[in-house]
């Protein structure tokens, strides 16, 4: 049968399950990957399983988010991850190497391989014809153990590529378009699998900047076809003999498809305070602009900032405004260096980072106060540059270029094409920065700091539940407002007692004090519920939190997967429902082990006798998992 792309690589590690869409299947995962803000409890969670060492082809622990090392916490984490990597056969990219999604398609990713990540971003591998998604920590490290990765069969959407990009239009704008048409929600339960005559004009970088942000749209990932371009990255950087051939039939039948001609596109710009708030730049040309921010997973390769440096040569940086830059990865920052591209940053007054996520997660730069700040990353949710009232307008790196020399946003149309940059064919490759896992480790100490916490537990799923509503969110709530990040934050993501101090803290200061207070609880939210970041810790410390459920319209995937893992239940309720639920509202919910174990929804009574039905989307297993009060319970029943 004739198959898209998508579907040939799932066939080649389903394990269990039926190609039917909606339909849970299982995969076998080839190659797994973690960064160190959701790796320490992705390790702790894998220790907790009594694996001797890891079960797949090749698993990589990336240290890029939390670099600022403003106290203890971080390094001490690095050395946790970094010992925890060596003791389990993990190799281990040091900090300063870069960051985790632009190194993994440099030196690891694999067209036609399975690559499960404990970041949101993950898709990027897609950019080299992988089937690559983002996962909570902990079915990260059931991977790592040799589970296969539970998901529903998405839906397959072709986006058929057409014409090529002229002028300031890039990849970027690509993604920014689908954005636009589809809203940070269309993508859910869905794979977008690009194709087309246009996909030949694209190099690998540049597809990878698009599958990178299709995370934006809620996917479950997106990919790209492997052909010349991508056997030409994979010979760059010396690993030519990785490279197959890989592309869907010719009459592959697809869910849906979009159309895009690229010779259309103009620069595009994502406005404050969501992604999929894009219009043309053309349309706040002039706006004046305080911050310039160049790098993150999205845009930050060798070609992106090089032609950031071609158009930066020779000017400054306007008086107002402040440009900060962080390479993807440190091969990249050593070939601008030996290029000489480097010294036209600097010359022109960028202030240049470590290779790392930076100011992408609120790691340091943040803006000044009701500042316009433009990056070049892909998200922008209200305060998570660690400045609540700065707005956040994503575009490429090409527009943040122009911006940062002139002070203000540049309908660029007015301007000659930017300047084109040539790449070399041969990248500098040197992995002495990534530790190689040996193959006698039990021996390795693992050394533990005084910030790593045990992981809590939850007990079995009870009876029945009295639970009082701790707050109602509205849609689209992100898991930026639900675990809030930023560098006071992060340093606390091993210690679970306190991070749990800062849930919901931007949208409601008191939820934290109000949880503990009141006992059992649950969270009322609209549409959406739980997009953006895989970070579990929006589930786990809400659930040291006493959160028994969520009560929402409807979830993002890797969200919902981490609520079910920590023993949450993610319950469906109508707009209606939502309408009556209030906060403070107390909720009964009988029989409720009885129903989840007969697959039958459940009813809530508030304290006025108003029945709300509470259904649920839940495969058998994951019914099993709440039960068990989650999937470290679950593992260790069966392993019992
Ligand atoms: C993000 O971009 O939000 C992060 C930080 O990379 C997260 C992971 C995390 O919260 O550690 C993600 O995208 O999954
Ligand atoms: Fe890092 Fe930002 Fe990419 Fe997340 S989106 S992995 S924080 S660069």
């Known amino acids: 049968m004739a198959g898209t792309l998508t579907e040939k690589i799932i066939a080649d590690h389903i394990v269990d399950g039926q190609m039917a869409t909606g339909e849970e299947i299982a995969l076998r995962i080839d190659q797994t990957l973690t960064q160190d803000a959701t790796g320490t409890m992705a390790y702790l969670q894998f220790e907790a399983l009594g694996i001797d060492r890891v079960r797949t082809e090749l ?33 281990f990219s040091r900090p300063g190497n870069g960051i985790c999604h632009q190194v993994h398609l440099e030196r690891f990713g694999v067209p036609g391989r399975t690559l499960l990540g404990s970041d949101s971003h993950t898709p990027t591998g897609g950019g080299i014809g992988m089937i690559a998604i983002g996962a909570g920590g902990l079915d990260v490290a059931a991977a790592m153990a040799g589970e296969p990765f539970y998901l529903n069969m998405p839906q397959v959407v072709a986006v058929r590529l057409t014409g090529q990009l002229t002028g300031w239009a890039t990849a970027k704008d690509v993604i920014l378009e689908v954005l ?26 540049e597809r990878a900047t698009i ?51 690229l010779a259309s596109l103009k620069p595009m710009v994502a406005q404050p305070h969501m992604p999929d708030e894009v219009v043309p730049v053309r349309e706040i040309a002039g706006l004046s602009v305080d911050q ?70 609120g790691m340091g730069q943040s803006p000044s106060s009701g500042s316009v700040s433009v990056r070049t990353f892909n998200r922008n949710f209200k305060g998570r540059s660690g400045t609540a009232d700065a707005g956040i307008y994503l575009v490429s790196p090409e527009v943040s ?12 149309a007015e301007l000659p094409a930017p300047p084109q ?28 700091g005084p910030n790593i916490k045990p992981i809590p537990l939850r007990d079995p799923l009870p009876e029945s539940m009295s639970v009082t509503v ?4 509205g849609d689209n709530i ?125 009813a809530a009574t508030t304290a006025e006798g108003v029945a709300v039905k509470l259904s649920y989307d839940l495969s058998d297993r994951e019914r099993e998992i709440l039960l068990a009060g989650g999937r470290l319970n679950y593992i260790r029943s069966r392993q019992a």
């Open 211 to 261: 599958t990178n942000m299709g995370a934006e749209l809620g996917a479950t990932t997106s990919l790209f076809p492997s052909d010349d371009r991508t056997r030409d990255f994979l010979a760059a950087q010396r690993r030519p003999e990785l490279w197959t051939m890989l592309a869907a039939d010719e009459d592959a039948r697809y869910d849906d498809t979009i159309d895009i001609d």
């Open 421 to 448: 940059v040539d790449l070399p064919s041969e990248f500098t490759v040197d992995d002495s920065m990534i530790i190689a896992p040996v193959a006698d480790s039990t021996h390795v100490e693992i050394v533990r």
């Open 470 to 473: 701790l707050l109602k969110a």
């Open 292 to 361: 310039v921010c160049i790098g993150s997973c999205t845009n930050s390769s060798l070609k992106d900032l090089m032609t950031v440096a071609a158009i930066l040569k020779g000017h400054t940086v306007n008086p107002g405004t402040s440009l900060v830059i962080s390479p993807g990865s440190r091969q990249v920052e050593e070939m601008l260096a030996r290029n000489g591209a480097l010294a036209d940053l600097l010359a022109a007054g960028a202030r240049v980072l470590e290779p790392s996520c930076g100011p992408c997660i």
């Open 401 to 412: 270029a122009l911006a940062a020399i002139h002070g203000q946003f540049v309908d660029a």
């Open 59 to 91: 698993s990589v622990s990336y240290v890029d988010h939390n670099t600022l090392q403003t106290g203890f916490e971080n390094a001490d984490d690095h050395r946790y991850l970094q010992s925890v990597a060596a003791r389990y056969g993990v190799h």
């Open 478 to 602: 992100t898991t930026d407002d639900i675990m809030p990040a930023g560098a006071k934050i992060l340093p606390l993501r091993s210690n679970i007692p306190a991070i749990s101090e800062h849930v919901f803290e931007g949208l409601d200061p008191d939820f934290a004090s109000r949880a503990q207070a009141s006992g059992p609880g649950v969270v009322v939210g609209g549409e959406n519920y739980g997009q953006g970041s895989s970070r579990e810790h929006a589930a786990l410390a809400p659930m040291y939190l006493g959160v028994q459920a969520v009560l929402a319209c409807s979830f993002a995937r890797i969200h919902k997967a981490n609520l079910v893992n920590f023993g949450i239940i993610p319950l469906v309720i109508s707009a209606d429902a939502y309408a009556q639920l209030e906060q403070g509202s107390v909720l009964s919910i009988d029989g409720v082990r009885a129903s989840i174990e007969r697959s039958e929804p459940l």
């Open 180 to 205: 636009r048409r589809l809203t940070v929600k269309g993508g859910v339960g869905k794979v977008f699998e690009y194709f087309g005559p246009g996909v030949a004009t694209l190099s690998v970088p």
